[in-house]
């Protein structure tokens, strides 16, 4: 018997134009998809109502009770199907992901510099039914419309007329179906969908010498600009996080039926979060889903795909957007001249605009699917996060002592901002801090530049 777990996000069940604003600042690190548990992630590439779909598995069983169950709105053909490379969904969730800067005060005695700093800101066949499969398959209401091997997957697209039916064929092929399973299933029965139902072929895989599940890529046409992840909460122990990752032609995407938020940005934190910006992201990442009653969505990025500042990890190139499903570059009007094969995206106007978002959900507070829509925003938004170092060196004028004054109080409002974000207690925050004196310089220990960055 195979048994159903979500995997991919909320897809998958499982079975037996306007002006830049320069941030700036040293990029020090930042916060991925691999800082959550139970993290799925999804990408869509949509341009009309085109649309490239890649499920990422990060399953670690036994493959032979691997299966996945993807609503689709369409019949899927063979040549639609694709087995992608992990590697660059990863890439992108590294130039997408929230980070940390920082920057290094100028001597206070230097005015000039100090007050301009502080201005800145075919197809083999399937395993899934015998030769009476399809009759069994058909009294029970369920239609085996095709089915397909690609790569290490056995792939069966099926349609159904009532959920029971569905539930029967599933049970007896031998998936363990989770308690509510079969209301969710029918709901997208009504909806006309068809089912993508993928499992491992061993034998495929075995001659790929594959060590884990490559994504799965399916591309279609539709009006719906929707992500259908109920099913990934039918047996889930406990919420769920779900990053989407939407290439687009025109600009920034957002829920229309769940509120998009922003998450907070740009907040000077204390020093030590260099040691801890993994602890320090989840944590206000937990505080903000608590703030608006896990009933969010929440934007993390949203820029250009031609350059970043600072960036988190170089833009993708024409090959890795490709990849992805983003067909139209260099195609005419797009915006933009295309990129040379294998190059990286060099700064300036592209045809890619990328959108991340991140939400944790569940049944209770996540009963739809996610409804998407393109708008006309090409601003840019990034989760960002700034460290302020101290002078260090030498500091003898006048301006020197309300420098000291100034640093002190920054450093209590550091303290103050990080347990607003993350609800941590500020007594602690303090304790961690290194408070400079509001009277006099702090001494530097004559070792302190012989390992930088100790």
């Known amino acids: 018997m ?6 991919a996000a909320a897809l998958t069940l499982l079975a037996h134009t306007s ?5 700036c600042g040293f990029y020090v690190a930042k916060a991925d998809t691999e800082l959550f548990n139970d993290a799925s992630k999804v990408v869509i590439t949509r341009n009309d109502d085109k649309t490239v779909l890649t499920m990422v598995n990060d399953y ?4 032979t009770e691997f299966a996945m169950v993807v609503p689709v709105p369409t019949f899927i053909e063979r040549g639609q199907i694709h087995v992608g490379n992990k590697a660059t ?11 940390l800067v920082e920057y290094f005060d100028p001597d206070p005695c230097n005015l000039r510099v100090y007050e301009s700093l502080a201005m800145q800101g075919g197809s083999a066949p399937s395993t899934f039914a015998d030769s009476d499969g399809g009759a069994r398959a058909k009294s029970l209401g369920v239609t085996i419309e095709a089915e397909y091997t690609v790569g290490e997957y056995d792939i069966v697209i099926l349609s159904a ?7 029967t064929w599933l049970v007896e092929s031998g998936y363990r179906i989770p308690k509510g399973a079969s209301k969710v299933l029918g709901s997208y029965i009504k909806q006309q969908m068809r089912f993508f139902v993928a499992k491992v072929n061993l034998e495929e895989q075995a001659k790929l010498g594959a060590t884990f599940l490559r994504p799965l890529q399916v591309a279609y046409e539709t009006p719906k600009f929707m992500l259908p992840i109920r ?9 769920q996080e779900l990053f989407v990752f939407v290439l687009t032609q025109k600009g920034r995407v957002e829920t229309t039926n769940y509120r998009t938020v922003r998450l907070p940005t740009g907040q000077d934190v204390p020093l030590f979060v260099k040691d801890e910006f993994g602890d320090f992201y989840k944590g206000l990442f937990a505080a903000q889903v608590k703030k608006h009653d896990m009933k969010a969505v929440f934007l993390e990025y949203a820029w250009n ?12 190139s024409h090959d890795e957007l490709r990849e992805l499903g983003v067909f139209w570059l260099g195609q005419q009007g797009g915006g933009g001249g295309p990129i040379p094969r294998g190059r990286v995206a060099q700064p300036g106007p592209q045809q890619v605009y990328v959108t991340r978002l991140h939400v944790r959900y569940d049944a209770d507070h996540f009963p739809d699917d996610l409804v998407f829509q393109e708008t006309g925003d090409t601003s840019n938004f990034q989760g960002r996060y700034v460290l302020r170092h101290p002078w260090k060196g030498e500091a003898k004028c006048e301006q020197a002592t309300s420098y000291w004054q100034n640093v002190r ?4 409002t550091e303290a103050t901002t990080l347990a607003s974000l993350t609800g941590w207690d500020v007594g602690d925050i303090r304790k961690k801090i290194n408070f400079v004196s509001a009277e006099s310089p702090p001494v530097q220990k004559w070792w302190e530049n012989i390992w930088p960055g100790q």
């Open 231 to 239: 099913l990934g909460t039918v047996n889930a122990d406990g919420p």
């Open 60 to 63: 670690r069983g036994d493959p």
């Open 161 to 167: 007329k009532q959920s029971d039916g569905l539930e």
């Open 89 to 99: 969904v990863e890439h992108l969730d590294a130039y997408t992901a929230p980070r």
């Open 305 to 316: 795909m031609g350059w970043c500042d600072p960036c988190a990890a170089d833009p993708l």
């Open 409 to 412: 109080k920054r450093q209590e």
């Open 2 to 7: 195979k048994r159903f777990i979500p995997i």
């Open 19 to 23: 002006s830049a604003l320069a941030f």
